[in-house]
């Protein structure tokens, strides 16, 4: 919707340590994937995806944003 840019693709693989029990790892975030578009253009990031896993890589959630609107004043 809010048009179409040339970009950079950025992936960034973050960790941070566990801080509870063995019991939690199934359901503790302690890793995020983000990929990101950054257009030089129009000096923003057009999309990103955020990916947060346990420690064990099972899927706790994923989040889509998007450029929806660019207007020039």
Known sequence: PAGTFKSLKVEIDSNRAPTEGIGMRS?????????????PEVKRTVKMVRVVLTEEGMHLDEDTYELVRYRVQ
Request: hydrophobic fraction near 55%; avoid cysteine; charge should be neutral.
């Open 27 to 39: 359901s503790e975030p302690v890793r995020a994937l983000l990929t990101l578009w950054y257009a």
